[in-house]
């Protein structure tokens, strides 16, 4: 099994352009998530989903949409970048049913906005 | 919100040493759980605890609720352990999955 695969797993964008990041999970998770890993400050919840078609804000969704139409995948969207938006993305999965579940990461997108 | 609080924020030791990380939180929660990320910056899942101790190898666990407080020590350190170590914690709304929220991570470099 993959696990949680991004891709991406680098990518450079000017100003106001726009791109999808992609995850895809192969363990049949329920939940999913993007965070966001910026220097000096703990990874933070960009928006996560309990199940397929629905999707929730976290900690610092704004300028970012997300879509979650097939259960094993869950865009991130930026759809005009801004150099803040720099940063390493990161995507986890994690079962339903309980919270006290391990969350399951992939290895990353690392993002720059000139 | 909850507030994550790690110490120390940078540890140097050499190989073979005992080592302590510990983790506060100010609100209570569902879950603790202990991240390690290596250079080249893929997270992986040590532990996740709701109470009590767990052990792991030479990693071990703690949480204690009424304090709220964790620790994560490794024995016999080795070169191998060095990465970042971040806790992070889950607040269960009780309808469906919250994200975690972490700390900022305790980078440890392990000397040979």
């Known amino acids: 099994n993959a696990g949680v695969t991004q891709t991406p797993k680098f990518r450079v964008l000017k100003t106001g352009q726009s791109m999808t990041l992609l995850c895809a999970q192969d363990m049949n998770h329920e939940y999913m998530y993007w965070y966001r890993q910026d220097p000096g400050m703990g990874l933070r919840l960009i928006h996560y989903?309990?199940?397929?078609?629905?999707?929730a804000k976290g900690e610092v969704p704004d300028g970012y949409n997300v879509s979650r139409l097939k259960k094993q995948n869950f865009l991130l969207g930026l759809e005009s970048a801004a150099p803040s938006q720099t940063s390493v993305y990161f995507c986890?999965?994690?079962?339903?049913?309980?919270?006290?579940?391990?969350?399951?990461f992939g290895d990353g997108t690392r993002l720059s906005i000139l | 919100k909850n507030e994550v609080e790690q110490s120390p924020q940078n540890l140097t030791a050499q190989e073979g040493e005992f080592i302590t990380i510990n983790c506060s939180y100010s609100v209570g929660i569902s879950a603790l759980h202990w991240l390690q990320q290596h250079p080249g910056g893929g997270i992986v899942s040590l532990f996740m605890?709701?109470?009590g101790k767990k052990k792991h190898g030479r990693l071990i666990a703690t949480i204690n609720i009424q304090e709220k407080h964790s620790s994560l020590h490794i024995t016999a350190s080795h070169p191998r352990d060095s990465a970042v170590y971040i806790c992070?914690?889950?607040?269960?709304?009780?309808?469906?999955?919250?994200?975690?929220?972490f700390g900022k991570g305790t980078h440890l470099i392990i000397q040979p």
């Open positions: 986890a999965s994690s079962p339903a049913g309980t919270p006290n579940q391990p969350q399951h």
């Open positions: 989903s309990v199940g397929e078609g629905t999707t």
């Open positions: 992070a914690v889950l607040m269960y709304s009780g309808g469906g999955a919250d994200g975690l929220t």
């Open positions: 605890l709701s109470s």
